[in-house]
Structure formats: structure tokens, C-alpha cells
């Protein structure tokens, strides 16, 4: 059955931490080799993208493509990809491709946790950082005479010594950009990366400092809640009243003043 029409866009990501222990820089080169595929293939990309399909229909597609040509992972995450509804076809690429870098990025975290990351976000913006500061490389992998092994033996040659997940993606930025230039989009693999290495920072405001055995009981408490060793940063906001609010990345934690008043406001004026 074909999905309702009024259903809503929104951008396509997967819940990476599903496959976060299996992450490996051999999945994430099998995901963008069938970003390349799709990219390649137009009426591949309008069948995974059809609204008239159904989610199951478009999934089914995928595994139907690539079980056994690719690493199970790699097929199970662009077939969830594909099974949302995209609103113009490069979104489903786009989804494949921010997927692929946050697998890299987890691998990193399984070989080195958030120190691993933190050089992986370092080692992606020491390479955009090269090229911004000489025309001569933006020219030579920006010319479109030049091979895609052209670019990357390039690229191989100007690199430190380094992780294999920042060689992975610094070949792929030069190599496969996808319309956008080299720099920018290692800028934006650096970004996405970190987003994953914020998932180690806890961000604590409190409205007064803390003392250090509060400080040590907090930290064991979230280290046990998130299930590792997280740094902890403080931040004193006398606005909050009392209590404190912890943010992990993307997840919030109140138990402020603050936080409870507004929430009794709010119930108060329903």
C-alpha cells in the first residue's frame, strides 16, 4: 500500500548506535560504494525514493539489490534510509552519506573512545585546513580532468601519518564530493563526527559551584547512567535558582529551579 500523501518530510538518519559495536572503516566503505551506485543510477534512485511505494516495498528493493554484494550492516542501514520518504532523491544520498561517516566515526570511538574522536575531528580539519591555504590543491582536486585514483594518490601523499578512518574519508572528500568542494565537506564530516564525540562531554550547569565530592558522585552517577566514562564540564548560572541541568549530547537532563517553575507555568496557563 502506498504511503499517505500528506505524510511529512523530514531528513533521513538512522539511530547509528544500533550497529555502533559492529562499526568497522569495511562498512563504511561498502556504504558509500552504494551511495555511489545509487548516485550513479537514476531509476534506481526514483524507485528508493517513489512515494507511490510503500516503505516495506522501497526496503525490500534494497535488500533485494545488495544482500550478499554487501556487509549485512551496511544493507540493513540503507534500507531503513530508504523506507523513510524523501522529499527530493539526492536526500536519500545525502542520508547514506552522513550515515557512512558517522559509522567511521563510530569505529573510531570502539578503537579509542572520545580521545579517537577528538583526533579524528582534528585530523579531518588539519586536511581542510592544508588545502585552504593553497590554491594550487584546490585546483588540482577540484579539476575535473584528473581521476578519482588521481585524487587520492594525491591525497595519500599529503597526509600525516594517521587513523584509517580520517585516510577513509580525506580520500572520499577529494575523491567523490558529490557537487560540494573537498574542503567543505571534510568540514562537514568533521562536524558530524564531532557531534558523536559530544556524546562523551557532560555539560553540568548548577546555580553554585560544586564541591568536589558532589562533583565525583555526579560523574559515577552519569557514568553509570550512559555506560562510560564521560568528562564533565561546569558551568555555574545563578538564573537556575537551585538544582542543576546536565546535557549529554543531544539529551537533556533539568532538575533546576528554574526548569520546574517554568513546567508549573505552563500547566497553569493550559
Keep these: 500500500m502506498a504511503e499517505a500523501s500528506n505524510e511529512p518530510y523530514r531528513t533521513l538518519t538512522v539511530n547509528v548506535d544500533r550497529w555502533a559495536g559492529a562499526a568497522s572503516t569495511g562498512i563504511t566503505k561498502q556504504?558509500?560504494?552504494?551511495?555511489?551506485i545509487v548516485d550513479a543510477n537514476g531509476p534506481l534512485r526514483r524507485a528508493l525514493t517513489d512515494p507511490s511505494r510503500s516503505a516495506d516495498d522501497r526496503a525490500r528493493l534494497v535488500h533485494t539489490l545488495f544482500d550478499g554484494r554487501a556487509n549485512d550492516v551496511a544493507v540493513d542501514i540503507v534500507a531503513e534510509l530508504a523506507s523513510q520518504r524523501s522529499a527530493t532523491e539526492r536526500q536519500l544520498g545525502d542520508g547514506i552519506e552522513r550515515t557512512a561517516v558517522q559509522l567511521a566515526a563510530a569505529?573510531?570511538?570502539?578503537?579509542?573512545?572520545?580521545?579517537?574522536?577528538?583526533?579524528?575531528?582534528?585530523?579531518?580539519?588539519?586536511?581542510?585546513?592544508?588545502l585552504e591555504r593553497s590554491a594550487e590543491l584546490q585546483r588540482a582536486f577540484s579539476d575535473s580532468r584528473a581521476s578519482a585514483e588521481a585524487k587520492v594518490t594525491l591525497a595519500r601523499r599529503?597526509?600525516?601519518?594517521?587513523?584509517?578512518?580520517?585516510?577513509?574519508?580525506v580520500e572520499r572528500a577529494v575523491s567523490e564530493p558529490r557537487g560540494s568542494l573537498p574542503g567543505r565537506l571534510l568540514e562537514h564530516f568533521a562536524q558530524w563526527v564531532a557531534d558523536r564525540q559530544h556524546r562523551w562531554i557532560a555539560r553540568v550547569q548548577t546555580a553554585r559551584p560544586l564541591r568536589e565530592d558532589q562533583l565525583a558522585k555526579l560523574r559515577d552517577a552519569l557514568n553509570r547512567l550512559y555506560g562510560r566514562d564521560l568528562k564533565l564540564t561546569t558551568e555555574t548560572s545563578p538564573s537556575l535558582v537551585g538544582?542543576?541541568?546536565?546535557?549529554?549530547?543531544?539529551?537533556?537532563?533539568?532538575?533546576?529551579?528554574?526548569?520546574?517553575?517554568?513546567?508549573?507555568q505552563q500547566r497553569i496557563a493550559a
Excluded: C, W, Y
Excluded at 31 to 36: P, S, T
Excluded at 158 to 169: R, W
Design 31 to 36: 556504504l558509500f560504494e552504494i551511495l555511489d
Design 158 to 169: 599529503l597526509m600525516a601519518p594517521g587513523s584509517e578512518e580520517a585516510a577513509l574519508l
Design 107 to 130: 569505529a573510531a570511538e570502539n578503537r579509542g573512545g572520545v580521545d579517537a574522536l577528538e583526533a579524528l575531528v582534528d585530523e579531518l580539519i588539519g586536511f581542510k585546513s592544508m
Design 243 to 264: 538544582g542543576l541541568r546536565v546535557q549529554v549530547g543531544e539529551e537533556i537532563i533539568d532538575g533546576s529551579v528554574t526548569h520546574r517553575l517554568d513546567q508549573l
